[in-house]
């Protein structure tokens, strides 16, 4: 099963995971974000504050990724459902079978806020048991 994930934000990673360490070899994972790396929220004060460096508090996505997971940094410029295509601005185009979209508020230190309100989870995750893994 081929499963590409929209968004390398707290759900991304965590579905990623969880995906990862459920279906192990049986799932190829695609995790695609605009950006390299994320901060965590409370981190943010301690830049504010001149307490801590930005370089201090960034991490990358490829420190954090599990095993079976690739990371394509881009900006996703459209998504058909019907060819079940993913293109991104950096000239990727993803076959997908299952598409994971999370929209999540994001403020990246130096960058304007941006809000997307769409979020669309397309997986069904079950584990060993037959139930829906959350």
Do not use: W
Request: hydrophobic share 45%; with cysteine.
């Amino acid at each position: 099963m081929r499963v590409v994930v929209l968004g390398a934000g707290f759900g991304g990673l965590e579905v990623t995971t969880r995906l990862s360490e459920v279906l192990g070899d049986d799932v190829d994972l695609v995790l695609i974000d605009r950006t390299d790396s994320f901060v965590f929220g409370f981190s943010k004060l301690e830049v504010m504050f001149g307490r801590a460096a930005v370089t201090d508090v960034r991490h990358a996505y490829s420190d954090l990724l599990k095993p079976g997971v690739h990371f394509v940094q881009a900006t996703v410029q459209s998504i058909d459902p019907v060819a079940k295509r993913v293109e991104t601005d950096a000239g990727h185009e993803e076959e997908v079978e299952e598409l994971v979209r999370l929209a999540e508020a994001r403020c990246i230190i130096g960058e304007a806020v941006s809000t997307p309100v769409v979020l669309n989870v397309q997986v069904d995750v079950r584990d060993a048991t037959g139930v829906a893994v959350a």
